[in-house]
């Protein structure tokens, strides 16, 4: 029998990449969204597609799915400070009610639930790199709190689901994962550089550039996300490259590959920005054999080109 799977936030960047994996792998797939920030363009490939259904739904109701579901990957959130920052409640009512009924559907399915999880949930980290046993600095009145606390009540939501009502839960912790698809206005640092690279404006880095991120490729992610979804074990687990630069760096070298003459302008960090963040991935390399394999430069590159294609500005426009 096919597996099907559940995917919420699945018009979302992270979630279409997700839903258009297992698709690939034969797995049939319901895609749950409201569209909040993410958009049935992201999809739009998918549909008429066997085995692939979007359905307009906001999972902070009662989520109702007809048939068996092997496997509900609860992604339906917010996830740029930009975006949270704007919706702070939605964000807090995804993270805990959105949770509580993705956990609910998972029950009465008896299917694999994964909550995707995130490194904020470290907050502006007093360890380094980060390892799963760290419990994080987080500010819980502080503007990033409706994000870092809705993942980290999330977090506990799965866990009390796992040891009270037997749902076969994982947790990720996924860390800062770029690639096509995400919107070149969303705010988060590689698609606003690229933006800004690929329109000859400036790249606006926040202090001195000096905070640090670990950026992985969207295929590496997704490949991590599914060796936990097809494993039993119950996390979390951190997901994410650790090649770790500064976000000078960055900026730096998405200008040097869109080949941009744009000047860099040294903007306001935001209140609470994580001053370090590095993945600590000893156990995703040694339970689930997982290791991020796409080169940051090719990575870039293919994100680049797809910015490029989507701003309409075209690859020989730029190389000229
Ligand atoms: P995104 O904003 O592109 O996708 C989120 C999706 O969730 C959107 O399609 C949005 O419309 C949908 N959504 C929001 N509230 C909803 C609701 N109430 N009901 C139904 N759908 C709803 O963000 P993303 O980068 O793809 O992130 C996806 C998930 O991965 C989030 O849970 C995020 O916290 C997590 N995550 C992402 C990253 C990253 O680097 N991209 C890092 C850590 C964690
Ligand atoms: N950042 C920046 N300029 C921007 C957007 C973000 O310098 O236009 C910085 C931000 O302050 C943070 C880092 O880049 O230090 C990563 O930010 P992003 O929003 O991508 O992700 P997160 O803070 O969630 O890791």
């Not at 796992?162 to 096509?180: A, D």
Request: proline share 7%; net charge negative.
């Amino acid at each position: 029998m096919t597996e099907r799977a559940v995917v919420t936030g699945g018009a979302g960047f992270l979630g279409s990449h997700l839903c258009e994996r297992l698709l690939a792998q034969g797995t049939s797939v319901i895609c749950l969204d409201n569209f909040l920030t993410g958009s049935p363009q992201n999809v739009a490939h998918l549909m008429g597609r066997p085995g692939f259904r979007l359905i307009e739904c906001d999972v902070t109701g009662f989520v109702h799915v007809p048939g068996d579901v092997d496997l509900v990957l609860h992604f339906a959130s917010a996830a740029s400070p930009i975006d949270y920052l704007k919706l702070p409640l939605e964000t807090l009512k995804v993270g805990g009610l959105g949770t509580l009924h993705a956990l609910g559907l998972a029950r009465e399915k008896g299917a694999r639930f994964i909550l995707a999880s995130t490194s904020e949930v470290y907050g502006d980290p007093l360890r380094h790199p980060q390892r799963e046993d760290y419990w994080g600095n987080v500010n819980p009145v502080g503007p990033r709190s409706v994000y870092d606390e809705a993942k980290r009540y999330g977090e506990a939501l799965t866990t009390a689901y796992r040891n009270s009502r037997g749902v076969n839960t994982g947790i990720v912790r996924i860390f800062n994962t770029y690639g096509p698809r995400m919107r070149p206005h969303d705010g988060r640092a590689i698609p606003t550089f690229m933006r800004q690279a690929l329109l000859g404006e400036p790249l606006t880095v926040a202090g001195d550039g000096g905070q640090t991120r670990s950026i992985c490729y969207v295929d590496d992610t997704v490949n991590g996300i599914l060796a936990l979804a097809r494993s039993d074990l119950p996390g979390p687990v951190n997901i994410g490259n650790p090649e770790e630069m500064t976000i000078l760096e960055l900026a730096e070298s998405i200008r040097d590959l869109a080949g941009s003459d744009s000047p860099i302008e040294f903007v306001d960090r935001p209140v609470d920005d994580p001053g370090v963040r590095r993945p600590d991935t000893t156990l995703a390399r040694e339970r689930l054999g997982w290791r991020p394999a796409v080169p940051r430069d090719a990575g870039l590159r293919r994100t680049l080109d797809w910015f490029a294609a989507e701003l309409g500005v075209g690859a020989a426009a730029r190389a000229a």
